[in-house]
Nanobody, 116 residues
């Protein structure tokens, strides 16, 4: 079955960096686009970044554009999110998402906290 396992979250000071990874299994990873979302208390789940199956095309929310970079390794079945210049408002649980015709598949998430 499809499994998405995120890692790399943690506590970081404003202006710092983190790199999140999502290890995928149970499907043909190289055939599917992938996305990162984030969820913080009292807010709706928010799209962060997406990448096509080949990695040729990426998309970002306006709130992270220029600071975050999504990438993938189709040999290792992983999708990553490099996050630079982090701000307190980036604090959230970050979730890896495999879209499909239904609700798609979600990982369990990894917590990112940006604070002094």
């Amino acid at each position: 079955q499809v499994q998405l396992v995120e890692s790399g979250g943690g506590l970081v000071q404003p202006g710092g960096s983190l790199r999140l990874s999502c290890e995928a299994s149970g499907f043909t990873f190289s055939s599917h686009s992938m996305r990162w979302y984030r969820q913080s208390p009292r807010k709706e789940r928010e799209f962060v970044a997406g990448i096509t199956s080949t990695g040729e095309t990426t998309a970002y929310s306006n709130s992270v554009k220029g600071r975050f970079t999504i990438s993938r390794d189709n040999e290792k079945n992983t999708v990553s999110l490099q996050m630079n210049s982090l701000k307190p408002e980036d604090t959230a649980v970050y979730l890896c998402h495999l879209p499909n015709s239904g609700v798609g598949y979600w990982g369990q998430g990894t917590q990112v906290t940006v604070s002094l």
